[in-house]
């Protein structure tokens, strides 16, 4: 049985497209913070959703209470701004098939706010040990919930510790399946359209300080989730949190202007990103405003993608 969690936070205009998106699920569960009358009557009486109101502000409050709420022995998750595709739910089906399988990662398109297609993402097929994290940080299995589904017995004993997660929703994921015996199934199909917008998830801007800004709220935010991360995993999944917290002490030391100084040498990141980040703590000793700077126009290239 598949259950999908829906989350919405302060966001209406996707919503009913993310829900009509979903096919073949055994139940829908939409978590949001609002209340709209319209849109209310549609979700309970023409799709049949469980509607969740939650009031808090952290990503991993509204999930757990997806969750908790949820009877499916596998669940996928859903951002209220992306869609699946028609035969996401059936190709998980047939994946979770095999009971070795404990956590599934699908390729995706990437769409903007009208839904035209401007991008993909894809990777091979790959059937990976669960505590191969170096193939799984290399390739960023933790990046965006709407291409995961995971069994539900690996979320269950972690459910309390998802409640206190600011953001890192989709790393507290896949450390949950790291931290469990078993395999993780990589799918090459595009499953997930992931929209990018000016209120989606990634920022969007190209104001210096309100890039800084939102960047450093967001490295502390890392540093609070991984820290907890630590607390609640052990063995390889715990590694990989105390490496991404120091990756992400180092990202807001560098982003506020100061001399940092720390180096990184944890072998769950690429050789590239190792040198970069270590050469940018080496330079900010002698020119600290430099690296932020720098971090700044390699974001600005990117949007310009």
Known sequence: MISV???AYNRKEFLIDAVKSVKNANEIIVVKNFKDDKIDKLLVNEYKVKEIFCDKDNAGYFMAE????????????????????ENKLNVISKAFSDNDIIFSYNSRLII?????????????????????IKYLFKNRIYFNSSSMCIRRRVLDKNLESLYKIRR??????????????????????????????????????????????????YFDDAIHDNTIMIEAFKGKAKYAAECSKKMAEIHKCLLEGKRCGKLI???????????????????SLFLPNLPRKIEFNKYINELKI
């Open 5 to 7: 969690v829906i989350t």
């Open 66 to 85: 997806g969750i908790l709420h949820s009877s499916g022995d596998i669940i996928c998750f859903l951002d209220d701004d992306d869609m699946f595709t």
């Open 112 to 132: 903007n706010e009208k839904g035209d297609k401007i991008g993909e993402e894809v990777l091979r097929d790959k059937i990976v040990d669960s505590k191969n």
């Open 168 to 217: 890192l929703v989709d790393n507290f994921f896949l450390l949950s399946a790291v931290s469990e015996k078993g395999k993780i199934r990589i799918i090459s199909d595009k499953l997930t359209y992931y929209r990018l917008h000016s209120s989606s998830s990634r920022h969007i801007t190209r104001n210096f300080e309100d890039f800084i800004t939102y960047r450093a709220k």
């Open 265 to 283: 040498l944890c072998g769950i990141y690429t050789l590239k990103t190792l040198v970069y980040i270590n050469l940018a703590s080496f330079i």
